[in-house]
T-cell receptor
Framework: GAGVSQSPSNKVTEKGKDVELRCDPI?????LYWYRQRLGQGLEFLIYFQGNSAPDKSGLPSDRFSAERTGESVSTLTIQRTQQEDSAVYLCASSFSKDTYGYTFGSGTRLTVV | RKEVEQDPGPFNVPEGATVAFNCTYSNSASQSFFWYRQDCRKEPKLLMS???SGNEDGRFTAQLNRASQYISLLIRDSKLSDSATYLCVVNGGGSYIPTFGRGTSLIVHP
């Protein structure tokens, strides 16, 4: 597609439930990043995928968080047993392998845990 | 020391003013630099890349000072529509993960 697509745009879930967030990157972009942004805060790196290489999971805050990506296509971020502190906007970005042209973000998923 | 630091502001300026932001980075091997703009409750959007020789795009000028490890953004003739948070992004130097600054808030008033 023309841009990075994320779904759902908004998600309200009960504490303890699992949620799955989806990111569809720009075609041809081999790199994909997930970030979290809490209200009024900066972007917090979560995970990075590059082609078929092993992902860099160094930013995942706990083992309740996991992400997958098949090849250079769609990625899903799963949060198990959600907690109120997980409430944030989850942003996905993609780029070419060489980041000369920067990173393109999706519009994010606003997650609210009640 | 944080990897990428920015003055959070807010910078409150009148229309037509010139305003400049700096961003310092800690990894001297960093190779890629960008300025992003983020409007309230929106995703960050690329404003411009920052090249070693400096670059200009209309009213916006970006510069890189490797010796002092900072990048700058200059906005001339500020418009109301320039009101946003400006994020500094740094990458490279052994990492493929872009690091974002916390952003500098700009408010342009009539």
């Amino acid at each position: 597609g023309a841009g990075v697509s994320q779904s759902p745009s908004n998600k309200v879930t009960e504490k303890g439930k699992d949620v799955e967030l989806r990111c569809d990157p720009i075609s041809g972009h081999t790199a994909l990043y997930w970030y979290r942004q809490r209200l009024g805060q900066g972007l917090e790196f979560l995970i990075y995928f590059q082609g078929n290489s092993a992902p860099d999971k160094s930013g995942l805050p706990s083992d309740r968080f996991s992400a997958e990506r098949t090849g250079e296509s769609v990625s899903t971020l799963t949060i198990q047993r959600t907690q109120q502190e997980d409430s944030a906007v989850y942003l996905c970005a993609s780029s070419f392998s060489k980041d000369t042209y920067g990173y393109t973000f999706g519009s994010g998923t606003r997650l609210t845990v009640v | 020391r944080k990897e990428v630091e920015q003055d959070p502001g807010p910078f409150n300026v009148p229309e037509g003013a010139t305003v400049a932001f700096n961003c310092t980075y800690s990894n001297s091997a960093s190779q890629s630099f960008f300025w992003y703009r983020q409007d309230c409750r929106k995703e960050p959007k690329l404003l411009m890349s920052v090249y070693s020789s400096g670059n200009e795009d209309g009213r916006f000028t970006a510069q890189l000072n490797r010796a002092s490890q900072y990048i700058s953004l200059l906005i001339r003739d500020s418009k109301l529509s320039d009101s946003a948070t400006y994020l500094c992004v740094v990458n490279g130097g052994g990492s493929y993960i872009p690091t974002f600054g916390r952003g500098t808030s700009l408010i342009v008033h009539p």
